[in-house]
């Protein structure tokens, strides 16, 4: 007796319905990278098999990070549609917002991990180089993140007086400066150590101190103050 021909949409339902199963019962850990961003996709796209698209996506970027990490003009440009690429930034922006939410109003200082895993999800795969900076008070807790500058794959304009200037309006005690190396290589150039230094000579006159100075890539952090270069 001959079996029936598979209908695909009702095959891909039911695949779908074993992915979420699996994340409901399993937690985020029950599936695979291509598994999470297929079933993401599906919200987007209920009525195409989404599995070869997720597979694809995660070779073109490099994988989990790199993809939800993209700005929304390389993902148009890959070829996806308004609806894909903001379910793309919708769950960059909510995994974001749960690891802020470990530093927000806490003593990041003694909470390192939490803050260094905010810092790596946010800034190690990006594409240019970004500048923040971290505002503390007098129990060096966050009072304000900041995204002080962006620039092309290798560099950013920091302005130490820009700086310091928000600093004294915020009231800020203490800072602590973060960039990313979009190579992948958080080793610190001169260039960041001569900053790091720039900016410790015009803040300490004014009671800020300069906690540390991060450097973020794709193959861990560097922090500056740790290995002796403050």
Known sequence: MTSPPIDPAHDASGHRARLRRRLVEGGPDALLDHELIEYLL??????????????????????????LSADAGSLTRA????????????????????????????????DWQALADYLRADMAYRAVERVRVLHLNTK?????????????????????????????????AALIIVHNHPSGDPEPSRQDVALTRDLIAAA?????????????GTKGQTSLRSTGLL
């Open 42 to 67: 599906a919200l987007a796209i209920p009525r195409r098999d989404t599995k070869p698209m997720a597979r694809a996506l995660l070779a073109e970027f490099g994988g989990l990070g790199p993809l």
């Open 79 to 110: 070829g996806l549609s308004d609806g894909v690429v903001a379910a793309i930034k919708i769950a960059e922006a909510s995994a974001l917002r749960l690891l802020h939410s470990e530093v927000k109003d806490r003593d990041v200082l003694s």
């Open 140 to 172: 060096n807790v966050l009072i304000r993140d900041e995204l002080v500058s962006e620039g092309s794959v290798d560099q950013a304009a920091v302005h130490v007086r820009e700086i310091v200037k928000r600093a004294l309006e915020l009231g800020s």
């Open 204 to 216: 300490k006159p004014l009671g800020i101190t300069i906690h540390d100075h991060i450097v973020v």
